[in-house]
């Protein structure tokens, strides 16, 4: 997509994790182009994650449902969007397997919903627009001790979250090779930094070690995983969305492979330190315990295409983006104790009660 245009993108799912950062990048960068955000504010979307942008005149919100046919192909009609950057959907592992359902509804009907209402809406007429969808490593399934994601790796899904993204995925291709849709699809690693719902590892062993309260580290903590500073997602998908090549898969990864035990160990030492609590403090509240179904045991990208095609390299050390997010936590526990009141207790009880 060339950057000189005044360019409407929707983006889905922008007031998520990384929706939120992928919103903040493209209001913040391009004055020029109008950025919609449309989210159905599930437990996840939160529109305190982009207080700061929120006033932009390049911005709007929108809340409504992916999976709500009529109200999507009204949306397009209305706004004719050039491009969609299409992030909206259910995210966490744990959940799908209390939920399937939920999750084929939201990740692969609410895609199809999108695609249809894109497709209808440019007609054929296809120069300068696109349809960028992001998914996950998940897709590949898991990896042994040794080995890489790349962009030929065959789909293996083995949750019903990876499942339903790899659903959605294929549905993307299928628009493409099918209708000609231009297309694009990132999939990447772990993501961790600022705004992330505390249901996923990082943030819930910050909350859990600020509060004293046990570290559930599933099973012997020897699943690995390769992790990426959020904001350097976002710069590779500003880079893809402008620079990548329509009809391609780019991988995104962040050279950075850990066990989880070894991750909450040094989240417990650097919190130690910052909490300034005696050194091996929170390391007390490590509990192993009953572990995931169908667990994945490591996941590893392959992020050379990206690196060599379109120049993409993160910009930040883990160390130093680990230490970015503790601080932000810990300086933002109005926003952390803010998510974590209400529906998230009844979550946490039933993931966590009888492990
Ligand atoms: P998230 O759960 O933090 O955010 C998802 C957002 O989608 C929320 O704001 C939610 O309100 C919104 N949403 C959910 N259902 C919706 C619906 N029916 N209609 C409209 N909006 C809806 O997720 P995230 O971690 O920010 O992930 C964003 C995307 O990136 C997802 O597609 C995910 O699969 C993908 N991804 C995530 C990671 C990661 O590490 N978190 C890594 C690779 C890819
Ligand atoms: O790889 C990309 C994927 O990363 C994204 O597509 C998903 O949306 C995102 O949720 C994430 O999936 P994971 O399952 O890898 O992330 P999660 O934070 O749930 O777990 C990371 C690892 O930590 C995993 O091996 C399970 C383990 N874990 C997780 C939780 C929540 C624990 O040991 N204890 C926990 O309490």
């Given at each position: 997509m060339e950057s000189n245009k005044n360019f409407k993108i929707l983006v889905t799912g922008g007031a998520g994790f990384i929706g939120s950062h992928v919103v903040r990048r493209f209001v913040t960068s391009y004055p020029d182009y109008s950025i919609v955000n449309l989210d159905k504010l599930t437990y996840a979307g939160n529109l305190e994650n982009l207080r700061d942008i929120e006033k932009m005149p390049n911005y709007q919100f929108i809340k409504g449902d992916i999976t709500n046919m009529t109200f999507v192909n009204a949306l397009f009609k209305e706004h004719e969007f050039d491009a969609v950057i299409h992030l909206a959907a259910e995210s966490h592992v744990d959940r799908s397997i209390q939920d399937?359902?939920?999750?084929?509804?939201?990740?692969?009907?609410?895609?199809?919903?999108?695609?249809?209402?894109?497709?209808?809406?440019?007609?054929?007429?296809?120069?300068?627009?696109?349809?960028?969808?992001?998914?996950?490593?998940?897709?590949y399934g898991s990896?042994?001790?040794?080995?890489?994601?790349?962009?030929?790796?065959?789909?293996?899904?083995?949750?019903?979250?990876s499942a339903s993204k790899a659903g959605s995925d294929h549905f993307v291709r299928s628009y493409e090779n099918t209708y000609a849709l231009p297309v694009v699809i990132t999939n990447c690693s772990n993501n961790y930094g600022p705004?992330?719902?505390?249901?996923?590892?990082?943030?819930?062993?910050?909350?859990?070690?600020?509060?004293?309260?046990?570290?559930?580290?599933?099973?012997?903590?020897?699943?690995?995983?390769?992790?990426?500073?959020?904001?350097?997602?976002?710069?590779?998908?500003?880079?893809?969305?402008?620079?990548?090549?329509?009809?391609?898969?780019y991988n995104i990864g962040g050279f950075n492979e850990w066990k989880n035990i070894d991750i909450v160990r040094l989240l417990c030492r650097i919190m130690d330190d910052k909490l300034h609590r005696q050194p091996g403090t929170s390391e007390k509240l490590i509990e192993f315990v009953k572990d995931r179904p169908g667990h994945d045991q490591r996941y590893a990208i392959d992020a050379a295409k990206i690196s060599s095609e379109l120049g993409w390299k993160p910009s930040v050390t883990f160390e130093q983006g680990l230490e970015i997010t503790v601080d932000w936590y810990l300086e933002n526990i109005a926003w952390l104790d803010h998510v974590t009141s209400g529906a998230y207790k009844t979550y946490y009880d039933s993931q966590y009660r009888n492990r």
């Open positions: 399937p359902l939920s999750f084929v509804t939201t990740n692969v009907v609410g895609t199809v919903n999108i695609l249809n209402a894109a497709l209808a809406t440019w007609k054929d007429h296809f120069e300068n627009k696109l349809f960028y969808h992001i998914s996950t490593d998940e897709v990896l042994g001790e040794s080995g890489y994601f790349t962009e030929s790796t065959s789909y293996d899904p083995k949750s019903p979250y705004y992330q719902f505390p249901e996923k590892l990082l943030p819930l062993m910050i909350h859990n070690i600020r509060n004293n309260k046990p570290l559930p580290v599933y099973g012997t903590g020897e699943n690995i995983r390769d992790w990426l500073f959020v904001k350097d997602h976002a710069d590779a998908i500003d880079l893809v969305f402008h620079s990548g090549k329509k009809g391609e898969t």
